[in-house]
């Protein structure tokens, strides 16, 4: 690394779709604002997650695959900082990187995309395609009538297959939407309907545990209401030990009396079985309520839950 950040340009690496260059664009834009009085270039990296579109995660090694590539780029020194979904981030980052930055948050909540707006309007035996178990557990637990088929592929490769017809429904992220400008697609569905994936829309910023000077350079964009958020979210995750095969949900908010509150789910794929916890503490403590939350949805759900 140079002696500062201003020797050289610094590499932000980053998966090449659409939404991810955009996410990335935001962030450069934060950083020059601040003037950190260095040069950014932006390094797309095909991750595996982007070629493997065939198959669920969970059979071709979990969503780590959607940063495993940009993880080895970051620990070789060919990239300096990396962006990305929080949401798309493993329960653990490798030795070595560190969440150092997250933006403000998006609006967290599913958009369904479809010709209805809300998943009770769906005609019984219509096909919702998804790669999340978290949406297919939800859904199927509201409407055990209708059919879950694999769809995977970038923001407009799936509402392009809604368009088409090949499926009746499927659900996106509101932050991706408007973030790419597309806000006005869909329906959001609440969060009583569809709790969200843990880190769901919120940007966040890797870069190398020791380099001190990009960890000064990021905390000037780091938001500590969103930063928050997402560590209870995440803690709660660890004590869950989930796979890409266990359906989760987990969003923790600012309340007004200035605390937190936190809410997580944990289900069978089928959706036969939803098991619900809420927790409600101050803005330090959202680490300790995740970890709390976490270990009593795992006692509730009980032995072989997340084998099954």
């Not at 959706?271 to 795992?298: N, P, V, Y």
């Amino acid at each position: 690394m140079p002696s500062s950040p201003s020797a050289r340009p610094i590499r932000i690496g980053t998966r090449g779709s659409p939404l991810a260059l955009a996410q990335t664009e935001l962030v450069r834009a934060k950083l020059v604002a601040t003037g950190a009085g260095a040069a950014f270039t932006i390094e797309p990296i095909r991750t595996t997650g982007d070629k493997v579109t065939d198959r669920p995660l969970a059979e071709v090694g979990g969503k780590g695959l959607f940063s495993k590539e940009i993880d080895e780029a970051m620990l070789d020194g060919r990239i300096d900082i990396a962006v990305h979904s929080v949401k798309d981030l493993p329960t653990w980052l490798p030795d070595g990187i560190v969440l150092a930055a997250v933006l403000p948050r998006e609006d967290p909540r599913d958009v369904l995309i479809a010709a209805v707006d809300r998943l009770t309007e769906l005609p019984s035996g219509a096909l919702v395609g998804t790669s999340s178990p978290r949406r297919r557990a939800q859904i199927l637990a509201r409407r055990p009538d209708v059919r879950v088929g694999l769809l995977r592929g970038n923001v407009h490769t799936r509402l392009a297959r809604v368009r088409e017809g090949v499926v009746a429904a499927t659900l996106l992220a509101r932050a991706g939407l408007r973030r790419l400008g597309l806000e006005a697609v869909g329906a959001a569905l609440e969060i009583d309907e569809m709790l969200p994936a843990v880190g769901q829309g919120a940007v966040g910023v890797t870069c190398r545990a020791g380099d001190d000077l990009i960890r000064e350079m990021l905390a000037a964009i780091d938001d500590a209401g969103a930063a928050r958020e997402v560590t209870a979210e995440r803690a709660m995750l660890a004590l869950l030990d989930g796979s890409c095969r266990t359906p989760i949900g987990g969003l923790a908010r600012h309340a007004g009396d200035g605390g937190l509150v936190l809410r997580g789910l944990v289900a069978r794929p089928d959706g036969s079985r939803l098991i619900e916890g809420r927790r409600a503490g101050g803005i330090a403590d959202g680490a300790d309520m995740g970890a709390d939350l976490g270990c009593e949805l795992r006692s509730r759900a009980g032995p072989g839950f997340f084998e099954a």
